[in-house]
Nanobody, 124 residues
Framework: QVQLVESGGGLVQAGDSLRLSCTAS????????VSWFRQAPGKDREFATA????????YSADTVKGRFTISRDRAKNTIYLQMNSLKPEDTGVYFC?????????????????WGQGTQVTVSS
């Protein structure tokens, strides 16, 4: 069993940067693709970005492409989300997820493990 715990969320102003972390425990994420999803108030959860186990393949939603970067430190069993040029519409709860490769798709996963989420609020 894998536990994922996100951290690094907070309140920032538009244009600021923020880095989220997601640390896995219970076992290593060897062979797992990892991703970040987010859920804005009153909206469905949406895909943001994903990264393969090797780091050689990634995919990002158009809404975050060029601003958000996903990375992983396999030695630390940790996933990161660097968010730059934040906008008020980036506000929401951010979740990390991990799924055994090969996934059926970056967005559909399936993802086997999910974190509890961390709140990001971007003020205008």
């Amino acid at each position: 069993q894998v536990q994922l715990v996100e951290s690094g969320g907070g309140l920032v102003q538009a244009g600021d940067s923020l880095r989220l972390s997601c640390t896995a425990s219970g076992r290593t994420l060897t062979g797992y693709a990892v991703s970040w999803f987010r859920q804005a108030p009153g909206k469905d959860r949406e895909f943001a970005t994903a990264l393969s186990w090797t780091g050689g393949n990634s995919y990002s939603a158009d809404t975050v492409k060029g601003r958000f970067t996903i990375s992983r430190d396999r030695a630390k069993n940790t996933i990161y989300l660097q968010m730059n040029s934040l906008k008020p519409e980036d506000t929401g709860v951010y979740f990390c997820a991990a799924g055994v490769e090969p996934l059926g798709g970056w967005i559909v996963g399936p993802y086997d493990y999910w974190g509890q989420g961390t709140q990001v609020t971007v003020s205008s």
